[in-house]
């Protein structure tokens, strides 16, 4: 069970390949070789298939050599000889070559796998514009008769309708198609697609000119998102003829939009890229999104076509075999600087447009806002300041009270004093000890009695007493009350219910997760768009330990409380979120792609300007703080995200509305995300 843990393969991914040998021009028996090296280097890499380029064994630019005999024949011996390799080769290997069919020529995918050619698929649309003459050679996969050939003393498949599923890798059904294929208006991949096919391979030779590299990737990009799914993109590479074109031998693999990997271009080596694909997430996505089932009814005529060849491969599945594809530690804040502060650009502009559509719908100029000098309330602050000038309004109508209670600490209540005073909102500071002191008195708490007594009533009198005095000075000043809780505190549970920072007439940060809002308010910062004269008090407010401030510490004026002691690290905690609330997927693969981002502090890519330690955690941490995740998420905090005020959704990545991304009964049991748990070791590979 270790073992299998540390294996991608068990958790939904499956490795994928694409090769670009060098090649020989009519020399069958040369590409051969150089494809079982390259196939083999592949295989002993983990991958399950390998994809090589259109007409890789005989060389795309034969021209009217493919109506040669000798060279129909050569091939022919080439892929027996890649057939005889693969009894060796623990992969499928996916290989282009010219082939004889009912007296007509066809540009052809074989697919080779454990010594049998699991099929055969000709390509379908023949350029013949500019420097391409496929037609002069070629027939095109619509001119076929034959659904099955005899191939090498095999009876195999044949068509452009075939999909391949790898049976004992769930969800791993591929599709071929060659070149041109992609590049129409309807490629057959999306047909493929919408009858079940996960991952999208295109043997390609496509020749280099000025800018068609950039074309290459939007095209495959677009495809791959539209269809939900891989995909693998090959080019021809180095040996291919020049006498009037040149080959830069780019490869690619995408995945539902998002680059995976890329080959090095005019590279004079023989190379492979390596992409570990997660089926389970391309799946996922089509469920999710209803509208693709309806596409497969609206196009069901097209899906029956399809014929499906199944069969497995061998998967190395018994030993450790972590990823290699890049797992982002902070799947909501991009690593790149200029994604990153796009990315807070957008997310700003998003909770101030929504704010302010508010406001003048319901003509009120007026906001009340708790500021209590810790991070969320100073971007919900920001958020409001900017609201004011985009409605032309003074920010003097910001009504920003801190209140300060038992255990607020000096540092914060200075820093809310600057804040305000930076902003130019109406600053005020109303003490609710006395209210508070009140009602414990009411209550008979033994705090009122002199008790060092601080539990959840003690706590969450303050907490109660602040959002009572907000919602009273909204009415008694024409305004609404902004809230200022974040999308980490309402997954984990941690507001108070009602009349406390749970509720109020807008919230402007309710699905703007703990680690995103740390760098918008660093975004502000740096970027000015509010004009503030001292932007350092943003600073020096990243830089304050996260608390709630409702229990004393040891020390006077001090709090006694770290959030993330009670609830885990925001950024271990704020990857669960991501992986659970997009996704969908179980404790173990959350475990295991939280410990392929974490488990090294030195690997992988930070957050340009990330505030705070560059940390890493053990997998027995990561399982403890994902106990902690699923428990409050599924069992303690739905009744509280049952009813919570309106907000914008700013991102993919989810929202926890009820109105929105998530519905769930507020009295379910966490009870199968806890079992799931126990699958994850509890030590390190």
Known sequence: M???????????????????????????????????????????????????????????????????????????????????ASLRVPAVLVVGLPLKVDHQLYNCAVVVAAGRIQGVVPKSYLPNYSEFYEARQFSSADCAIARRVHLLGQDVAFGSQLLFDIRNIPDFRFHIEICEDVWVPIPP???????????????????????????????????????MAAYLYSSAGNGESTTDLAWDGQALIYENGELQAESERFSEQAHVIYADIDLERLSRERFHQT???????????????????????????????PLKRQVARFPYVPANNAQRDERCREVYSIQVQALVQRLSSSNISKVVIGVSGGLDSTHALLVCAKAMDKLGLPRTNILAYTMPGFATSSRTLVQAHKL?????????????????????????????????????????????????????????????????????????????????????????????????????????????????????????????????????????????QRTQDFIGPYELQDFNL????????????????????????????????????????????I?????????????????????????????????????GDWRAPSDSEATVWMDGLELIPDGNS
């Open 420 to 560: 305000m005073e930076q902003v130019g909102c109406t600053a005020q500071e109303i003490d609710i000890r006395p209210s508070c002191e009140q009602m414990l008195k009411d209550l008979d708490h033994p705090y009122s009695r002199g008790e060092a007594v601080y539990d959840i009533t003690f706590e969450n009198v303050q907490a109660g007493e602040r959002t009572n005095h907000l919602f009273r000075l909204a009415n008694h000043n024409g305004a609404i009350v902004i809230g200022t809780g974040d999308l980490s505190e309402l997954a984990l549970g941690w507001c108070t219910y009602g009349v406390g920072d749970h509720m109020s007439h807008y919230n402007v940060n309710a699905s703007v997760p703990k680690t995103l809002i740390t760098h918008l308010v660093r975004w502000v910062a740096e970027s000015a768009s509010l004009a503030l004269k001292h932007p350092e008090v943003l600073m020096h407010i990243l830089e304050t330990e996260i608390s709630p401030e409702l229990v004393p510490g040891a020390s006077a004026g001090e709090p006694g």
């Open 578 to 621: 991501y992986y659970i609330l997009r996704y969908g997927f179980t404790p173990a693969k959350v475990a295991f792609l939280a410990h392929t981002a974490w488990k090294d502090r030195e690997a992988g890519y930070w957050p340009d300007g990330l505030h705070g330690a560059h940390n890493e955690y053990t997998l027995a941490q």
């Open 291 to 321: 509208t693709f089932g309806q596409s497969v009814r609206r196009h069901a005529d097209e899906v029956r076509k399809f014929e499906v060849v199944g069969f497995e491969v061998d998967v190395p599945q018994q030993k450790s075999l």
């Open 2 to 84: 270790q073992s299998e843990f540390f294996n991608l393969y068990s958790h939904g991914f499956a490795r994928v390949a694409v090769a670009v040998p060098q090649c020989k021009v009519a020399d069958p028996g040369y590409n051969a070789a150089r494809t079982i090296e390259l196939a083999e280097q592949a295989a002993a890499e983990g991958a399950v298939l390998v994809s090589f380029p259109e007409l890789g064994l005989s060389a795309y630019s034969c021209e009217d050599l493919f109506q040669q005999r000798a060279l129909l024949d050569a091939s022919l011996q080439a892929l027996q000889s890649v057939l005889d």
């Open 189 to 227: 991949s999306s047909f493929a697609a919408l009858a079940g096919a996960t991952v999208l391979v295109n043997l390609s030779a496509s020749n280099i000119v000025v800018g068609k590299s950039g074309y290459r990737h939007q095209l495959v990009s677009q495809q791959s998102a539209r269809c």
């Open 623 to 659: 399982k403890k703080n994902l106990g902690i995740f699923l428990f409050r998420f599924f069992k303690t905090s739905q009744f509280k995200r049952s009813c919570v005020p309106n907000a914008p959704k700013v991102g993919s990545g989810g929202s926890l509305s009820p109105r």
